[in-house]
């Protein structure tokens, strides 16, 4: 690139002193380090209320009655809400969406009324001066349940006899959806080897650190609700309320500082707290509801429960000829509002053997509803189990034709230089890099050198396994997620500057945090397109007064659409700050330019003045500038994703690992990622989202289950019985990066968070199944447990 | 009077300033830091003892906020984030958690800090495995623990120079 070109300024690589892929540090993060940081629960008011529910301790229960009378005695209670108390303030809802056609669901209220559908779902609320007497009053309330038959096992769910769990809705089944593409038949007649196999997926759930937490605040005299809440989409749960309590949105704000983790579990809308909101509407005083840890486990959505019978036919060269699945997902009573359960599935029908090039595809997924806790929509939506399928089937189509594993994915990824393409099921990828991707993961594990490790060891009675799997993710979702079907959830996001006097700027920006670093790289971003100092940038996110309107950050969009629009504005605010300079210092817009919070001359980079100077004339001296120059120092602009619904990313990973075959201990040795999610705007925070990632994959493949008794009891519902992945179990992460931006933005990122979580379970069970080969032992359930391992190998 | 009811006056040390308070007999030492003295900095993630978001120090041993009463507490020298902050003796680690970005939601990060300032101070040169055992007790659902580790590692070899240096 010449130095006339570099001058232009037209990309972010032309920039100066640019911020963008370099891992600088989080300006906000220090706050955290120093426990100074604003969780909801660190937040104080005058005249706060606390309140706690009393859970139904069925999973389907009529509600004949609540004594409440000993309760609203005791110390300290300052209200007993029943369900019908808070319908009057808060409408129920239906978690349905006009995209997902046939998909159904019952209304749900924020405290049950007639029925409680869960172990765990609230019927009654109790208001006092303190979380402790709250919880002393509801063991006073005396509730009449009658026990009703319950539908559990999802296996069952549809066959006739089962009892219906809404009757008015005719049967269990919320939602199939069926693809039939290509010559299936043909192909599996045709093929050398069918393999097949039953995938199953256990339930499990989020445990983000900090629990769901919100307080609600209505002041009568303002007319104002503001909520301040632990969640990831602020305008969203603002429309909600708006909506539930019949408020126009002037009155409501939700406010999201610092949020404890979110994995997707704080993007829904939860009964119990639209009931602490419709409860500060009824008391005129703000109301806190954090929900301790036992009832987060019955209360937060649960994710995955799924069942795949799926099969796969390859010819003798290696190469994949078709995939036949069936999936069958278990989500609770209801479909979870507003972005609805039957996406999961539908993501499995969509990604299922999405790396290859394969054209014959059946896939039904049936979504079915149950007396459990309700299932939803957490990190890596539906991935990690199409991932599983895919890359289990490709392991035991390898060793049918004896082929390396290795070697078959190679014979059959989309080729780099395929694209754009369109997947088997239909799916459309604007441009993927599989096979620099598959390379680069071989090199970085030294995949020849560890397979001779393998042997080595094998022979000496040491079982060792390697596990590959490809993956593709979802990322910048466009309105074709949920706006098409009706759901009020932003796809579009904005940013606004503010140029201040002393030549800092102000960035609010609808995309928020949950600790992924979007500020830092949302400052990053600005501080580049702008031309200051990362400094002098602050970044305001999470408030429904003072950002532009926004999606909030799920399905990996926060860097790919919030970083877009912040670079656009970025980019205008420049332009508005050189027309005025150009005027003060007699010079034009094009021979000036913004670096490091000075305007310089272009071609020479000399400094002509300052911000702060630029600021000062601007703001307080403006009648030293000519009438007709008007400064425009604030700008906003924003971006949505048009040319593709969605943009793909890929990447392969690699486990290596080593089963115990007497006592079924797995012990992971190393993981590798290799990931493209175009232009890294910081490569720390990129890849620790990918080891995070990872390690919530690994807890789903070894240890996360929700555990669930015949009568739809959850039986380790607490932290110490329900297992999440420690320090000294996990493996160091090697983490490398192909670059592939994409073309439907300037600055060409792609969303990063999901990708570890997607692929990790695939390549940690297909390395178990490598160490078992010797065996011809195979475990094809998570989380694969010693006790999986052990049935496996035929010793329990 | 009602068990709930029950308070007891107690007097402690906590980062360094003499504090005087009545406490219901129930009340966790954590709650009562939280909630009598804001010290909003330990954090709760699961009230019941496994996950280590509410490491405190209590004389000098690093405790789960949630196991101990504040009764217990009673004539002794409590020491949370915030103190460790002020008093510097964790400047190091808390630069190199941010360099090394070991931290996300940071919900974790005060208990997680806390027991690193343990392991510090029993094992000043601890290995990789030394460093996972160490905050074992201590649940990050965020980072995948690699960063903390590597974060933990830098800081040793940073004061190990630092020493030689001197
Ligand atoms: S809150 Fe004390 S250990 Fe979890
Ligand atoms: S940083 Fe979120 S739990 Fe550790």
Redo the contacts with the bound molecule.
């Keep these: 690139m010449s130095v006339i070109d570099q001058m232009k300024g037209l990309t972010f690589l032309d920039r100066p002193n640019s911020y963008i892929g370099r891992s600088v540090p989080r300006p906000n993060a220090k706050r955290l380090v120093q426990g100074r940081g604003t969780y909801v629960d660190d937040l104080r008011m005058p005249r706060l209320a606390h309140v706690a529910f009393l859970r139904s301790p069925y999973a389907h229960a009529r509600i004949r009655g609540l004594a409440t009378s000993a309760a609203k005695a005791a110390p300290g209670v300052i209200m007993v809400a029943t369900g019908a108390d808070i319908a009057k303030v808060c409408t129920p809802w239906v978690g349905v969406l006009t995209h997902f056609k046939g998909l159904k669901s019952a209304p749900q209220y924020a405290v049950a009324i007639e029925r409680a559908c869960w172990a765990g779902e609230a019927i009654c609320a109790v208001v006092a001066n303190s979380r402790a007497e709250a919880e002393d009053a509801i063991a006073l309330i005396e509730a009449d349940l009658e026990p009703l038959p319950v539908t559990v096992d999802m296996e069952t769910a549809l066959d006739p006899g089962t009892p219906i769990i809404h009757a008015e809705l005719g049967d269990n089944l919320a939602f199939e959806r069926t693809l039939d593409v290509g010559d299936v038949d043909g192909a599996f007649r045709d093929a050398a080897a069918v393999v097949e196999n039953t995938f199953s997926v256990g339930r499990h759930t989020g445990v983000t ?1 900090e629990p769901r937490s919100i307080i609600a605040d209505w002041n009568e005299g303002e007319e104002k609700l503001t909520v301040y809440h632990s969640f990831q989409a602020p305008h969203m749960m603002q429309d909600i309320v708006c909506k539930h309590l019949g408020l126009p949105e002037a009155s409501v704000r939700v406010v999201c500082k610092d949020v ?2 979110s994995f997707g579990i704080k993007v829904h809308i939860y009964p119990d707290e639209m009931a602490t909101v419709a409860l500060a509407k009824i008391l005129k005083r703000p109301v806190k509801f954090i929900a301790d840890r036992l009832e987060s486990f019955v209360s937060d959505i649960h994710a995955r429960d799924h069942r795949v019978k799926a099969k796969m036919a390859v010819s003798a060269e290696g190469e994949i000829l078709a995939i036949e699945m069936d999936d069958l997902t278990g989500i609770g009573p209801y479909s979870v509002y507003p972005r609805t359960s039957a996406v999961e599935a539908n993501q499995v029908v969509n990604l299922t053997g999405g790396p290859y090039k394969h054209q014959n595809y059946r896939a039904r997924a049936r979504v079915v509803f149950q007396n459990k806790v309700p299932m939803c929509q957490y990190r890596a939506v539906g991935h990690p189990i199409a991932v599983m399928v895919t890359e289990g089937l490709v392991d035991q189509a390898a060793a049918a034709i004896g082929m390396d594993p290795a070697e078959i994915r190679r014979r059959n990824v989309i080729r780099d230089d395929a694209h754009p393409s369109i997947a088997a099921s239909g799916i459309k990828f604007e441009k993927l890099s599989h096979q620099q991707s598959l390379e680069k993961l071989l090199t970085m594990m030294d995949y020849d050198g560890l397979r001779k490790e393998q042997a080595e060891l094998r022979a000496k009675g040491i079982y060792r396994g390697i596990g590959l799997a490809a993956f593709i993710e979802i990322t910048n979702p466009s309105a074709a997620f949920y706006g098409v079907g009706g759901a009020r959830i932003s796809a579009q996001d904005g940013c606004t500057l503010r140029l201040n006097p002393q030549g800092g700027v102000i960035a609010a920006i609808g995309v928020t945090e949950q ?1 992924q670093g979007t500020e830092s790289v949302i400052a990053q971003v600005v501080a580049t397109a702008v031309g200051v100092p990362m400094s002098d940038v602050r970044v305001v996110t999470g408030d429904t007064d003072a950002t532009p309107y926004g999606g909030g950050t799920w399905a990996c969009r926060a860097a790919g659409i919030g970083g877009e629009a912040a670079w656009q504005s970025g980019k205008a605010l420049r332009a508005n700050i050189l027309e005025v300079a150009a005027v003060i210092l007699q010079s034009t817009p094009d021979a000036l330019d913004v670096r490091e919070g000075k305007i310089v001359d272009k071609a020479t980079g000399v400094e002509r003045m300052t911000l702060a100077e630029l600021g000062r004339v601007a703001y307080f001296r403006p009648d030293t500038l000519p009438a007709d120059l008007k400064p425009e120092f604030v700008v906003t602009r924003h971006y949505v994703p048009k040319d593709y619904p969605f943009a793909f990313t890929n990447g392969m990973q690699a486990s290596y690992l080593e089963v115990d075959t007497d006592t079924g201990f797995v012990k992971l040795l190393k993981h590798w990622c290799v990931e493209d999610c175009g232009t890294v705007l910081n490569p720390q925070l990129v890849d620790e989202q990918i080891r995070g990632g990872i390690v919530q994959g690994i807890g789903a493949a070894l240890f996360e289950h929700c555990r669930y008794d015949s009568q739809g009891q959850m039986l380790n519902g607490s932290m110490a019985d329900y297992l999440v992945p420690m320090s000294s179990e996990m493996p160091d992460m090697e983490v490398g990066h192909v670059v592939t931006p994409t073309a439907s933005s300037e600055l060409g990122a792609k969303g990063a968070g999901e990708a570890g979580t997607a692929g990790a379970p695939a390549a940690v069970i297909n390395a178990i199944n490598d160490a078992l080969r010797p065996f011809n032992a195979h475990v094809s359930v998570q989380p694969a447990r010693p006790e999986e391992i052990l049935r496996a190998l035929g010793k329990v | 009077m009602t068990p709930a009811a029950e308070t007891h006056t107690i007097s402690l040390i906590v980062n360094g300033e003499r504090v005087t308070r009545a406490v219901a007999a129930r009340m966790h030492l954590v709650d009562f830091l939280r909630e009598q003295l804001d010290l909003t900095g330990s954090h709760l993630g699961c009230e019941h003892g496994v996950c280590g978001a509410c490491t405190v120090q209590v004389d000098g041993i690093a405790v789960r906020g949630c196991l101990m009463l504040a009764v217990q507490a009673d004539g002794a020298t409590v020491v949370t984030i915030e103190g460790l902050t002020d008093s510097g003796v964790l400047a190091d680690v808390q630069e190199a958690f941010l360099q090394r970005n070991a ?7 005060p208990g ?1 800090l806390t027991t690193i300032a343990e392991l510090l101070t029993v094992d000043p040169d601890p290995s990789r495995d030394t460093i996972r055992d160490a905050i074992s007790g201590n ?5 995948g623990y690699h960063a903390i580790v590597d974060a933990v590692q830098n800081v040793v070899v940073a004061r190990r120079t630092k020493e030689a240096a001197e």
């Design positions: 650190l404890g983790g600790g | 931290l996300q939601c940071g919900f974790c990060t997680m649940y990050c659902r965020c980072t």
